[in-house]
């Protein structure tokens, strides 16, 4: 039912909203990401830039993202409901310092990600969902990272539409709760 929801959309109007919103915000600079506990991550990504997926990459589809500068992600996102490893947890803390994630509470997820190389650490992407959809995120990031009024961030890969990361890993925590501002 979730899928079914998710593709039952306008995606002509889907794709409108989508860049009206990059046109409003191409020309920043700073993305900054205040946190229900008041952290603010702060991204850079001068010279980068957005894409939409209406249609065209993931299934499902509605979000706009960007791949930050791979070294600029310093301070601390919290993730709302995070999947990992058959078990779901609730406000996932994610630190970084220079773009390398440094820190997570619970710590397995942290322990996970560094038995891989530091490019499966690194900051990959900023994106914002755009779906319609009226359901509810799930911890499947897959589907949370497309549901309209989120946030999220990714580890990992980001060559593929920008950036200068190669991993073989991409992984994505999504956020409902944390303030967007541009700069």
């Known amino acids: 039912m979730l899928l079914l929801s998710m593709i039952d959309i306008n995606y002509r109007e889907m794709n409108s909203v989508c860049r009206k919103f990059i046109d409003k915000n191409k020309h920043h600079k700073k993305i900054y990401l205040?946190?229900?506990?008041?952290?603010?991550?702060?991204?850079?990504?001068?010279?980068?830039?957005?894409?939409?997926?209406?249609?065209?990459?993931?299934?499902?589809?509605?979000?706009?993202?960007?791949?930050?500068?791979?070294?600029?992600?310093?301070?601390?996102?919290?993730?709302d409901l995070v999947y990992w490893n058959g078990n779901h947890y609730k406000d996932v803390k994610l630190t970084f310092v220079q773009g390398v994630l440094v820190d997570t509470k619970p710590s397995i997820i942290f322990e996970d990600l560094s038995a891989l190389q530091v490019e499966a650490r690194t900051i990959a992407?900023?994106?914002?969902?755009?779906?319609?959809?009226k359901v509810k995120p799930t911890g499947y990031s897959l589907f949370d990272e497309k549901l309209s009024g989120t946030c999220h961030i990714a580890v990992g890969m980001n060559d593929q539409f920008g950036g200068k990361n190669q991993s073989s890993v991409h992984i994505d925590f999504v956020s409902t709760t944390t303030r967007v501002k541009f700069g």
């Open 34 to 79: 205040k946190t229900k506990d008041e952290h603010t991550l702060s991204l850079d990504v001068t010279g980068r830039n957005w894409y939409i997926d209406v249609n065209s990459g993931d299934f499902p589809s509605g979000e706009v993202y960007i791949a930050p500068l791979e070294s600029s992600a310093h301070d601390t996102f919290v993730a």
């Open 125 to 133: 992407e900023f994106g914002i969902g755009f779906n319609p959809a």
